[in-house]
């Protein structure tokens, strides 16, 4: 099978935004791709290092115009588009920062950001809620996908769950700009695949907004902690790689990782 990650810039225009994003989710629906993955509240430029209350006029609603795009790519192509929004919540004033997964059109997965920073001028916890539950892992027919959502990239209790799941492919939707998180950005991304024995795909946005330059490097990760595809730099694209899923069952017999775990001398993880 196949999996892609789209790049995407974001402008002051949603639906001009929404409608490249679509466009990129048909090319690489096009180059055979099962899987695709948008980057993180892709729809809309992203939070600037001062808090802006005129910002919440972006959220929008589960089954607003970012979501209705996803799911009639997903349902047109036949494929998996894992979407990210601004989350207007039932309750009035809360929002949440949300990924979406759509199989064959059919909502399947809504898990809510739950670890949420307030660094490196990203102030995410005072316009988002955090969510309450752990990553899920979807079963499209050919394999299982799991979602953490980009600051979530730091905590790799996150990443082993969807592995413990029996989750094959895990999907990194992100908002990276700040020259700290670049220098280990593939560093991450590379471990989270290793040590689970996943592939791993990575969508970026990328561009200038604000006072934030977005780096891209959006790609596709094997097992192995390979790069098997990389969008291009500083432009809309798609990384589209071509995995075979046997390499999952292979790579943890070779790294078992998972077979020697010992949690029962865990305790103090979530004890401090």
Same mark, same amino acid.
């Given at each position: 099978m196949k999996l892609a990650a789209v790049q995407l810039r974001a402008t002051d225009d949603r639906t001009e935004t929404i409608g490249r994003a679509g466009d990129l989710v048909d090319a690489a629906a096009g180059q055979g791709a099962g899987i695709v993955l948008l980057p993180e509240l892709f729809a809309v430029p992203f939070v600037q290092p001062d808090p802006d209350p005129d910002y919440f006029e972006l959220a929008e609603r589960l089954d607003g115009p970012s979501n209705t795009m996803a799911a009639d790519r997903s349902?047109?192509? !036949?494929?998996?588009?894992?979407?990210?929004?601004?989350?207007?919540g039932d309750v009035p004033g809360v929002y949440f920062n949300t990924a979406c997964t759509y199989v064959a059109g059919e909502l399947k997965s809504v898990y809510r950001k739950s670890h949420l920073p307030f660094s490196n001028g990203f102030p995410e916890k *005072?316009?988002?809620r955090p969510g309450g539950t752990e990553p899920e892992v979807v079963h499209t027919g050919e394999t299982g996908v799991g979602t953490i959502i980009c600051y979530e990239r730091h905590f790799p209790e996150l990443s082993r769950?969807?592995?413990?799941? !029996?989750g094959s492919v895990l999907c990194v939707p992100v908002?990276?700009? @700040?020259?700290?998180?670049?220098?280990?950005?593939?560093l991450e991304l590379k471990a989270h695949a290793v040590f689970n024995g996943? *592939?791993?795909?990575?969508?970026?946005?990328? !561009? +200038?907004?604000?006072?934030?330059?977005? *780096?891209?490097? @959006?790609?596709?990760?094997g097992p192995n902690g390979d790069v098997l595809a990389q969008a291009s730099d500083n432009t809309d694209d798609v990384a589209v790689a071509e995995v075979d899923l046997e390499l999952i069952? @292979?790579?943890?017999?070779?790294?078992? *990782?998972? +077979?020697?775990?010992?949690?029962?001398?865990?305790?103090?993880l979530t004890a401090m």
């Amino acid at each position: 099978m196949k999996l892609a990650a789209v790049q995407l810039r974001a402008t002051d225009d949603r639906t001009e935004t929404i409608g490249r994003a679509g466009d990129l989710v048909d090319a690489a629906a096009g180059q055979g791709a099962g899987i695709v993955l948008l980057p993180e509240l892709f729809a809309v430029p992203f939070v600037q290092p001062d808090p802006d209350p005129d910002y919440f006029e972006l959220a929008e609603r589960l089954d607003g115009p970012s979501n209705t795009m996803a799911a009639d790519r997903s349902r047109r192509h !036949g494929i998996t588009v894992v979407s990210s929004v601004f989350e207007a919540g039932d309750v009035p004033g809360v929002y949440f920062n949300t990924a979406c997964t759509y199989v064959a059109g059919e909502l399947k997965s809504v898990y809510r950001k739950s670890h949420l920073p307030f660094s490196n001028g990203f102030p995410e916890k *005072f316009y988002f809620r955090p969510g309450g539950t752990e990553p899920e892992v979807v079963h499209t027919g050919e394999t299982g996908v799991g979602t953490i959502i980009c600051y979530e990239r730091h905590f790799p209790e996150l990443s082993r769950i969807v592995a413990l799941q !029996g989750g094959s492919v895990l999907c990194v939707p992100v908002a990276s700009a @700040s020259a700290p998180m670049r220098e280990v950005f593939q560093l991450e991304l590379k471990a989270h695949a290793v040590f689970n024995g996943l *592939f791993v795909i990575c969508a970026n946005r990328v !561009g +200038r907004e604000g006072v934030k330059d977005y *780096f891209g490097m @959006s790609a596709v990760y094997g097992p192995n902690g390979d790069v098997l595809a990389q969008a291009s730099d500083n432009t809309d694209d798609v990384a589209v790689a071509e995995v075979d899923l046997e390499l999952i069952a @292979s790579s943890r017999r070779r790294r078992p *990782f998972l +077979r020697d775990r010992r949690p029962e001398l865990y305790d103090r993880l979530t004890a401090m």
